[in-house]
């Protein structure tokens, strides 16, 4: 079993940072990718940005050059850097990875309860 537990969001101004956490733990065999998603009212939830455990990165094109996702493998941890925060950022963030869980029979997908992010003008 897999658990992920995000941490690091709030209410920030326009052009601030905040930078969040989700550590996975658990009985894990390996994580193939650990990322973040994020859904406001109304809307789709949508991949933000996504690394893989080799250091792959993924960005949505809306948060290119203000996000940094980065990772700890040895603690099984991704953050995600947001900086020059806007009012379109606010939403909630949700952890995902993809792992094997021990056994390692299959890949899982396992989500966060997610982080609430207010950017506010």
């Known amino acids: 079993q897999v658990q992920l537990v995000e941490s690091g969001g709030g209410l920030v101004q326009a052009g601030g940072s905040l930078r969040l956490s989700c550590a996975a733990s658990g009985s894990i065999f390996s994580i193939h990718y650990m990322g973040w998603y994020r859904q406001a009212p109304g809307k789709q939830r949508e991949l933000v940005a996504r690394i893989t455990s080799g250091g792959t990165t993924t960005y949505a094109d809306s948060v290119k050059g203000r996000f940094t996702v980065s990772r700890d493998n040895a603690k099984n941890t991704v953050y995600l850097q947001m900086n020059s925060l806007k009012p379109e950022d606010t939403a909630v963030y949700y952890c995902?990875?993809?792992?094997?869980?021990?056994?390692?029979?299959?890949?899982?997908?396992?989500w966060g309860q997610g982080t609430q992010v207010t950017v506010s003008s």
């Open positions: 995902n990875t993809g792992a094997m869980p021990t056994p390692p029979l299959r890949l899982y997908d396992y």
